[in-house]
């Protein structure tokens, strides 16, 4: 059974590509368990630096995965547990041309039909929603990929699929509070 597990995650490395120790990595604490991050610097640098500034300030810690859609994705990083939307600092720029894909287990910013309009929300693609990736052809512009889980997957895909309902106005929102208790920073 071990060598079979050893097998599967050396694939699962394979695919998603080893951690780069130089990349910046946030632990996301959360009240259902932990959520590992690293991010990507040389693809989104625009994007990292805004998240890393929410993530430093304190922003995240306290909020809550306000929008969760089985297969889909799960999203956090705005509001309160009261539904009260966060006081955020200005959007900014789209950074979807950067030829990462909103694939399983990554990490884009959320924004409205403003492409430049994201500020601190932000979601987990729990299948890959490639979809959402910038549009070559048309050059439409998508949602810009900055980072991948890279442990605690298993905590996404369970809130992922918690029970939701419309509350102040909002669809899919967890009946039972998904918290994000603190995201800090983190060094091996």
């Known amino acids: 059974m071990f060598r079979l597990y050893s097998i599967i995650l050396a694939a699962l490395m394979l695919i998603s590509g080893p951690v780069n120790a130089e990349n910046p990595q946030v632990l996301i604490r959360t009240n259902t368990g932990d959520i590992k991050v690293e991010l990507y610097p040389d693809k989104a640098p625009i994007t990292v630096e805004n998240f890393l500034s929410y993530v430093d300030s304190g922003f995240f810690n306290g909020t809550i995965f306000h929008?969760?859609?089985?297969?889909?994705?799960?999203?956090?990083?705005?509001?309160?547990?009261?539904?009260?939307?966060?006081?955020?600092?200005?959007?900014?720029?789209?950074?979807?041309?950067?030829?990462?894909?909103?694939?399983?287990?990554?990490?884009?910013?959320?924004?409205?039909?403003?492409?430049?309009?994201?500020?601190?929300?932000?979601?987990?693609?729990?299948?890959?929603?490639?979809?959402?990736?910038?549009?070559?052809?048309?050059?439409?512009?998508?949602?810009?990929?900055?980072?991948?889980?890279?442990?605690?997957?298993?905590?996404v895909d369970g809130i992922s699929l918690v029970d939701t309902a419309t509350i102040a106005g909002h669809q899919d929102v967890p009946k039972q509070p998904i918290i994000i208790e603190s995201a800090v920073r983190v060094t091996d």
């Open 67 to 155: 929008r969760v859609i089985p297969n889909f994705m799960i999203q956090g990083g705005g509001f309160t547990q009261e539904m009260e939307m966060k006081p955020t600092g200005d959007g900014i720029k789209n950074e979807s041309r950067n030829h990462l894909h909103n694939e399983r287990g990554t990490l884009a910013m959320a924004r409205t039909d403003d492409p430049d309009s994201a500020t601190s929300q932000f979601f987990i693609n729990v299948r890959s929603n490639l979809r959402l990736d910038f549009d070559y052809v048309t050059r439409k512009m998508g949602y810009a990929v900055f980072g991948r889980v890279i442990e605690g997957m298993d905590v």
